[in-house]
C-alpha cells in the first residue's frame, strides 16, 4: 500500500509538472481552469486504466530526472533536463491512449475524491 501511495505521489507531482508545461502549450489568451477544483466528470474504467499505466511510467520517469536535476550546474541545465523530463511524460501519457488535460483532470479528481482514488489504486494492483 505503500507503494502505491508513493506511486500515486509522484504521479500527481509529475502531473502539475505535465499541466504546467501544457498551459505554457496553451493560447496565453485563452482561459485556464483553475488549479483547485476538479473537474467533474466520470471517468471510464479504460481512462482509470490508462491514467494508472501512464503513471506508473511517469513514476521511473520522475526518478530518473529528479537525480538528473540534482547534478545538474546551473539553472539553465535544471531547466533542459526539465523540459526533457516534460516532454517524455508527456509522450507516455499521450502513448496510453489519453491526453494530457484529460490526464491532469483525473490526477485532480483522484486527489479531491477518496473513492475514485481507491479505484485507481484498486486498477494498479492488478
Do not use: H
Amino acid at each position: 500500500m505503500k507503494r502505491m501511495t508513493a506511486l500515486f505521489s509522484a504521479a500527481l507531482l509529475s502531473a502539475g509538472l505535465l499541466s504546467v508545461t501544457a498551459q505554457a502549450q496553451q493560447d496565453p489568451a485563452a482561459p485556464t481552469q483553475s488549479q483547485s477544483t476538479a473537474p467533474a466528470m466520470d471517468f471510464s474504467d479504460q481512462q482509470l486504466q490508462q491514467f494508472v499505466d501512464a503513471s506508473e511510467e511517469i513514476v521511473v520517469i520522475s526518478q530518473e530526472y529528479t537525480e538528473r536535476l540534482q547534478t545538474a550546474d546551473d539553472e539553465a541545465s535544471m531547466q533542459e533536463v526539465q523540459m526533457e523530463a516534460n516532454d517524455k511524460m508527456i509522450e507516455v501519457v499521450e502513448d496510453s491512449g489519453l491526453n494530457v488535460d484529460t490526464f491532469n483532470d483525473i490526477g485532480q479528481a483522484v486527489q479531491q475524491d477518496p473513492e475514485l482514488m481507491q479505484r485507481v489504486q484498486e486498477m494498479a494492483q492488478r
